[in-house]
């Protein structure tokens, strides 16, 4: 099967989105050490943290000590998410490599997670931009239920072209389309794809796939077939938005590393560095990470006939 997609950019938001949700705070060291794990793994981009109000999310109040305890690289891009202004400022002291600014395509969730309307977050990001701008950063832009909302249900593919379009206006390089609480179905993933594509064609889209429902990897196929090459993910599957409820996991980066390697279709991540930090983050967490590859192995993975017990008959 060809999808026309021969290579593909993965953005991990492990230490990000992964860990926003958890109840158990993550140590600055340890982030800091799965991060850089990371880079060696072979991933060009990642989402490192995000530079909210310790109060929304306590787990990320470190998001400054840890990009500055990271071993810089030239060739990775480090991002952040940015709510406002004033978390802008924070990160261009930090002197990051990209601002990622959200919303949300329903009002009702956009208040829940930013206490503010649609509109109100579209005018703060004008500030956040001519901020950037000034100091040479790019700007990227999340729309978080793109696929539909726990509040309001589905989202009109009108919405997220209007939103795209003034993302464009903005100046952003792209837009995310976040699947916040795994509500993406193929589909719904393909209509929205076109929508966006047929009115703003030159708008690079990055795809945010959770796995709530089951149909994480599924949704990444739609994705291929519409050419889509941009995607985000995380190591071991973990992860969710504390302002929606049953949130759950984003779509496993071994996971789909995996897949994306059956179909021969590069991603410049070395899977097995990936289970290894898969595995360290399970041991942090303290628990059993929803990640299949990490525990199973790649498809073609051997054991020794001496250490399988052998079925014995009546």
Known sequence: MDFGVKEVVLTEVG???GFQSEKKIVSTNDKIMLINDLVKAGFQRIEFSSFVSPKAIPQLADAAEVIKGVDRNNDVKFTALVPNLRGAIRALECQIDEIVVFLSASESHNQKNLNRSIHESLTG?????????DNNIPVHGDISTA???????NVQYKKLVEISKQYKALG??????????GMATPPIVKAAIREIQDNIPDLDITLHFHNTRGVGLA???????????LYESCFGGIGGCPFAPDATGNICSEDLVYMMNEMNIKTGININHLIKIAKKAEKILEYKLPGQV???GERLKKYSLEDVKTAKGN
Do not use: Q, S
Request: glycine fraction near 14%; include cysteine.
């Open 147 to 153: 696929f539909g909302c726990p509040f309001e249900g």
């Open 125 to 133: 990001f004008e500030e956040v931009v001519k901020l950037a701008n």
């Open 172 to 181: 952003f390089k792209g837009v995310t389309l976040g699947d916040t609480t």
């Open 15 to 17: 230490t990000r989105d």
């Open 294 to 296: 990490m525990h199973a």
């Open 219 to 229: 949704n990444v196929l739609i994705g291929l077939n519409e050419g889509i090459y």
